[in-house]
């Protein structure tokens, strides 16, 4: 700290009335200013203030930067996409970026994406820090950028994720030069071109690659799948990282003809049998392994049970199994269909370690399927958000099931509000029906005075605000208002108010389809 600084400490440490000493003098014009302040002041606290106030705007007029070390960075390229002038759609971008819910920015880049537009330079520093705070945001945000937006982040190091190349440069400058983020893009595209060259590409860079960045690219193989990726994927499962062999695993299951999923198959069948009941009916019944097998290690399951773990040792043996297993194979083995497998596992001895297992599954590998019979019969044991298995499926799917939990009362509407959040990824918006009857159920509760004392409910206003269907604006802006609305209230409807200007401004952007 400055010197000073230093004789004002004790009365500003302890105040003015404990500390009576005389304000020291300082030479000069800025003695004579801090004079003259503290002189006029009706009293000791004051005169401080007044001292503080010139002192601290003297010291910013004095103060000097570093000297640049090299010389000044080459300018930034011609931009060669346009910028929203000054008007509402400025507004909106500025509202999106300053005080906008965390949803408001993705929409707001994907809009100026369709439309052809880019940021505003004046906006350009909020949105590089936004997206160095998210990760989420940059897939999105770099786009929206421009030449300006892309020459800044390379000034400063912390927003050096949106520095470097572009993807519309040629050859594999991205892949060598580029960013994580670029990488994954590049390498992605590549495999959707030519998996066999892409694959080849993530290969001859694993061992130069940290961990991290191994996962991370090896997920870039998901793009075009085949059995021609399962050798690669067998030694990226006897990866040194967990993390790494992971992925591997997760995407081996997508490929029920490899090896890997094959072995967990034959694992399993031996555990379920059939067995009579006193109708003569058969009856599918299964039991959890023994004892462990010598060969498990090899296929990263684990003998030995976590301490922390819920299940029993039989238990987290099977659990293993049954994560390793596709989930098609279940209704080709017994010839069940999904609902029957679930109300099944709900009766035997296993049913945590059977749906633990399902559900680890079916994130890996989705199955439209195996999400709708879940939502429809939540299994007790399986303490996943539901919002992850709906967020699996198409968005259509996704609303129907939402669209009923919140027509026949079952949960209630802070619940599957969550839920519908949770459940969009940003950049989308929910149907026009599941929507519209999520606001009427919101007036409802605008109009009881719900949302005076549901924290909860209230506290998901304005991202509900960022995906509600376009065909809701006007009904969502028009939410009734009570005489003892509390201030806490007041607000947050005026950000949802301020959010649905903010998108109808931006929607005018997006180019009207033809038929």
Not at 210 to 226: I, V, Y
Request: aromatic share 4%; charged share 20%.
């Amino acid at each position: 700290m400055s010197s000073a600084w230093t004789a004002l400490l004790p009365a500003a440490t302890v105040g003015t009335d404990r500390h009576a000493a005389a304000l020291p003098s300082w030479p000069g014009d800025i003695g004579d200013a801090i004079r003259q302040a503290a002189d006029a002041a009706p009293d000791p606290a004051t005169a401080l203030l007044r001292t503080v106030a010139v002192l601290a705007a003297c010291s910013m007029a004095g103060t000097q930067g570093a000297a640049v070390p090299a010389g000044l960075p080459a300018p930034a390229a011609a931009e060669t996409l346009p910028a929203p002038g000054p008007g509402l759609v400025f507004d909106a971008l500025r509202l999106a970026l300053f005080d906008g819910p965390p949803r408001l920015p993705h929409e707001a880049c994907l809009i100026l994406a369709q439309a052809g537009l880019r940021l505003p330079e004046l906006l350009l520093p909020q949105a590089l820090e936004l997206g160095r705070r998210s990760i989420a945001l940059r897939a999105a945000l770099l786009p929206a950028l421009g030449q300006r937006g892309l020459w800044l982040a390379a000034q400063r190091e912390d927003w050096a994720y949106a520095a470097g190349v572009t993807e519309d440069e040629g050859g594999d400058t991205p892949w060598l030069e580029g960013t994580l983020e670029q990488r994954r893009a590049w390498l992605a595209r590549l495999r959707a071109a030519d998996p066999g060259a892409g694959r080849d590409r993530l290969q001859a860079a694993l061992a130069e690659l940290p961990a991290r960045e191994r996962a991370d690219l090896a997920g870039a193989l998901a793009t075009e799948l085949s059995l021609a990726d399962e050798a690669l994927l067998e030694t990226l499962r006897s990866d040194r990282s967990k993390e790494v062999r992971q992925a591997a695993l997760q995407l081996l299951l997508r490929l029920p003809d490899a090896s890997h999923p094959r072995r967990a198959m034959d694992r399993l069948a031996p555990l379920l049998t059939q067995e009579r009941d006193l109708l003569l009916r058969k009856r599918w019944q299964i039991d959890a392994p023994a004892a462990a097998a010598s060969d498990w290690k090899a296929d990263q399951i684990d003998a030995v049970r976590p301490t922390h773990e819920s299940l029993g040792e039989r238990a987290w043996w099977l659990y293993q199994l049954v994560r390793q297993t596709p989930l098609g194979w279940w209704s080709r083995h017994t010839g069940m269909t999904v609902p029957e497998l679930l109300a099944w596992a709900a009766g035997t001895d296993w049913s945590e370690a059977l749906v633990r297992g399902w559900a680890d599954v079916l994130f890996a590998a989705p199955d439209d399927a195996w999400c709708d019979a879940l939502l429809d019969r939540w299994p007790p044991a399986l303490r996943e958000d539901p919002a992850r298995v709906l967020g699996l499926l198409p968005p259509a799917a996704r609303d129907r099931h939402l669209t009923a939990s919140a027509r026949n009362g079952s949960q209630q509407l802070a619940l599957v509000l969550m839920h519908a959040l949770n459940a969009c990824p940003p950049g989308q918006s929910l149907s026009a029906e599941l929507s519209g009857v999520l606001v009427r159920a919101l007036h409802n509760k605008a109009r009881d005075g719900a949302l005076n004392t549901d924290y909860g409910l209230r506290g998901q206003l304005a991202d509900f605000a960022c995906v509600a269907h376009p065909g809701s604006f006007g009904a969502l802006a028009d939410l009734p208002r009570r005489a003892d609305e509390t201030p806490g209230c007041t607000e947050v409807l005026a950000l949802v108010d301020r959010t649905i200007a903010a998108r109808r401004a931006l929607h005018t952007l997006i180019p009207t389809r033809t038929p």
